[in-house]
């Protein structure tokens, strides 16, 4: 069965820095591309960042282009999330989900329970 | 980037009853590559469609997509009680991937 479990979520405040991890099981990991989602309170879903299956190809949304860092190990079936110089409107639930394929195209077919991050003084 | 506009954006109806919900593109959504998915609340997002018109492994042949270039449409034939939710739409054929504002499926 496919589990994904986020970690490291909590409270931070503006301009602080938070790093998110994602362990999965369950499935080939190095032949999954990977993503980040979040969803504010009350929004819908936005994409935030994703990385190849091999992790030789990022892509970043414009929102944080520059200040988050999208990695993975494939030796430990772990995703991660570094994020930096955070804002209050970085406050959301991320999602970490998996994609069909070790390419960046494809759905998320599968989805993290969640992690709160909340950037407030 | 493509904006994807769903409509109605609350629907209400009865068990048993058929959702028609909607989702257009500001530019054609390339080889189809739009997915559907129910959010129920406090959980996480749950893909049903992909490409379209494939339904994910585990999900109810009540629930079906069609469409193509920029109109596209989910269709759940007969409503039970735990389709009650909120679905998006997304494309992922370019970059960056978008999703739809969502439409809320509540019981009348």
């Known amino acids: 069965e496919v589990q994904l479990s986020e970690s490291g979520g909590g409270l931070v405040q503006p301009g602080g820095s938070l790093r998110l991890s994602c362990a999965a099981s369950g499935f080939t990991f190095a032949s999954c591309a990977m993503s980040w989602v979040r969803q504010a309170p009350g929004k819908g879903p936005e994409w935030v960042s994703d990385i190849s299956g091999r992790g030789d190809n990022t892509r970043y949304a414009d929102s944080v282009k520059g200040r988050f860092t999208i990695s993975r190990d494939n030796s430990k079936n772990t995703l991660h999330l570094q994020m930096s110089s955070l804002r209050v409107e970085d406050t959301a639930v991320y999602y970490c989900t998996k994609r069909p394929l070790p390419g960046l195209i494809g759905a998320d077919d599968r989805w993290g329970q969640g992690a709160l991050v909340t950037v407030s003084s | ?108």
């Open chain 2, 1 to 108: 980037e493509i904006v994807l506009t769903q409509s109605p954006g609350t629907l209400s109806l009865s068990p048993g009853e058929r959702a028609t919900l909607s989702c257009r593109a500001s530019q054609s959504v390339r080889t189809n590559y739009l997915a559907w998915y129910q959010q129920k609340r406090g959980q996480a997002p749950r893909l049903l469609i992909y490409g379209a018109s494939g339904r994910t492994t585990g999900i109810p042949d009540r629930f079906s997509g069609s469409g193509s270039g920029t109109d596209f449409t989910l269709t759940i034939t007969r409503l039970e009680p735990e389709d009650f939710a909120v679905y998006y739409c997304q494309q992922y054929a370019d970059s960056p991937p978008t999703f739809g504002q969502g439409t809320k499926v509540e019981m009348k």
